[in-house]
């Protein structure tokens, strides 16, 4: 049964390039490489209406910066899908401006992504709050998620969900950060 699994897994996959080659063109394909921002948007946007449209049981999972949800008519746009399985990943890479701005190596960067995070909890849309765990953001752990939990704890009312997710590359740092944590908890 367990065989199994992986070949459902990989049918799906192939299903779903199957599904996007359909409906856009190899030659759009190259050419949505080369298009402006803007327009970029507007095309992602529709390609979320067709899946609700075509596919409305699919959960889908967009990954992005949420800077671009600072801008209040995008994030009505984004709204405007209104898919209920639609959910967006967004990292926040420290608790102040300088530590984030720092990772992202974009002055402002900290600002605009909490501000496109609300936007969106006020907009009562899913929001995956994203913390990844290297370098420089390591020792600052419990302070990111002390940001989270007195900034953006009222987004569980206004959306529906907000999940966290911290990813560590190794997993071994990941242990010994939860160890860490834990034992400073107990003290």
Same mark, same amino acid.
């Given at each position: 049964m367990g065989a199994a699994r992986p070949d459902r897994r990989? /049918? @799906?996959? =192939? =299903? =779903?390039r199957q599904f996007v080659a359909e409906r856009i063109p190899r030659r759009q394909r190259r050419r949505l490489r080369s298009l402006a921002p803007a327009q970029l948007l507007r095309r992602l946007i529709k390609l979320l209406r067709l899946c609700r449209n075509l596919i409305p049981h +699919? +959960? %889908? $999972?967009v990954l992005s910066k949420g800077r671009r949800f600072s801008n209040l008519d995008f994030a009505l746009d984004w709204a405007a899908v209104d898919n209920p399985n639609m959910m967006v990943g967004i990292?926040?890479?420290g608790a102040e401006p300088a530590l984030h701005d720092y990772v992202v190596q974009s @002055?402002? +960067?900290?600002?605009a992504t909490v501000t496109g995070i609300l936007n969106l909890g006020r907009l009562r849309q899913r929001i995956e709050i994203r913390v990844v765990v290297h370098k420089p953001t390591a020792p600052h752990l419990i302070e990111i998620a002390d940001f989270i939990s007195r900034n953006l704890r009222r987004l569980a009312l206004l959306s529906s969900p907000v999940a966290c997710r911290v990813s560590a590359r190794p997993r071994s740092r990941e /242990? %010994?950060?939860? =160890?860490? $944590?834990? +034992?400073a908890r107990s003290q």
């Open positions: 990989a /049918r @799906q996959q =192939r =299903r =779903r +699919a +959960a %889908v $999972h990292p926040i890479y @002055q402002g +960067a900290f600002d /242990r %010994v950060l939860c =160890r860490e $944590h834990s +034992a």
